[in-house]
């Protein structure tokens, strides 16, 4: 599957699937930090599902031609939390990828019932639109978990990493963060590069997800 495909038909379903993914990734940061002791994104209406508060335009206009994009960051002050305030920061990180993995697990095994159940054999543009609606939430959840979890400023990764080494290495992050963004640039622009660092770890994340998810189901099918 070519994850960077673009295709003019398909932009309300990468649409309606981005929506549904960034909307819980940004709840999932909210909600563990508020769990941790942090209400800075509640008390800012960020701890919500409704896509409004966390939608980002330029985030929102690069997943409509491909499968990224981004939401507005969820604001943290880990000095709230209770506890250690570095795995606090791991938590929150993990959680807005964890939940996409998840979704795309639930968008697998949705895809595999239907088709089972014989739902996608017609052509008609009802079964046309579930059957593109599933696809891309498979597809963007598994992308926006694999590309969160790049080890790049300021992606979830980069945080999960960052809070997971020693302190004393701290000054070494704070002096490469700012690198970051210019290299999430190259990313995604440069096709050589996408294909190593994000395609091909994308095409394996997908296909072992619809692996497990159809072991899963196939006791019951």
Same mark, same amino acid.
């Given at each position: 599957?070519?994850? *960077? ?45 409704? $896509? ?83 696809? /891309? ?13 790049? $080890? ?10 960052? *809070? ?8 070494? /992050? /704070? ?13 995604? *622009? ?15 994340? +997908? ?6 998810? +159809?072991?899963?189901?196939? $006791?019951?099918?």
């Amino acid at each position: 599957m070519d994850f *960077f495909h673009f295709e003019w038909e398909t932009v309300p379903f990468r649409l309606i699937a981005f929506v549904i993914a960034f909307s819980l990734h940004e709840f999932a940061h909210a909600f563990v930090a508020w769990k941790l002791g942090d209400s800075t994104a509640k008390d800012m209406g960020r701890m919500t599902v409704n $896509p409004i508060p966390h939608i980002d335009p330029f985030g929102m206009i690069l997943i409509l031609f491909g499968p990224f994009g981004w939401a507005k960051p969820v604001p943290v002050n880990p000095l709230n939390f209770r506890g250690n305030k570095r795995l606090g920061m791991v938590y929150v990180s993990a959680a807005g990828p964890l939940v996409n993995l998840v979704l795309a697990f639930l968008s697998a095994m949705v895809y595999f019932l239907a088709a089972h159940a014989g739902w996608l054999n017609d052509s008609g543009k009802l079964v046309i639109a579930l059957h593109l609606t599933l696809v /891309y939430c498979f597809i963007i959840n598994v992308a926006l978990c694999v590309f969160n979890l790049l $080890p790049i400023s300021p992606l979830d990764g980069y945080k999960i990493l960052r *809070f997971l080494s020693p302190r004393r290495w701290d000054d070494v /992050y /704070y002096k490469y963060e700012i690198y970051g963004p210019w290299i999430l640039l190259l990313l995604i *622009f440069i096709p050589g590069i996408r294909e190593v660092v994000f395609t091909k770890p994308l095409q394996r994340v +997908a296909d072992w997800v619809q692996w497990i998810a +159809a072991s899963i189901l196939e $006791p019951f099918l």
